[in-house]
């Protein structure tokens, strides 16, 4: 029984993978105050402004969802250490876990999206490309 929620867990993991990857492209933190990625990209008071209530209120759903990811693996956790395993209560809470994992993905697949929206197509595809270069 173990293996399967374990396989089952991996195999999921794999899926979400791609998701999370995404939200990898654009950098973390407030990159938009370092003064060569806002020169390259030519950004505006009205976009730094946009920028930063976009993080705020990512960043606020973020913890929020991070939280609700760390509280039911801990759940998932008190149930599969107990001497005798309730199969059904394992799956069950697996799949809320998993459905917080989803919620903490879809959270960074929007402020992806939010940043695209604002910076446009080109702009966005210069920061995937030219951040790390810019960082320094």
Partial sequence: MLRN???IMLLVILLILPVI???QDV???KWWYNPKIRKNLSL???EIDQLDKLFANS???FIEFKSAVEREQFELDQL???KKVNNAAVRKQFQKLEQARKN???ERLTFVMGVRNILGSERFQQLKSNYKKWQS
């Fill in 5 to 7: 929620v374990f396989g």
């Fill in 21 to 23: 990857a995404s939200g």
């Fill in 27 to 29: 950098p973390a933190g």
């Fill in 44 to 46: 505006s008071q009205n």
């Fill in 59 to 61: 960043r606020r759903k």
């Fill in 80 to 82: 599969l250490s107990k």
């Fill in 104 to 106: 903490l993905a879809d």
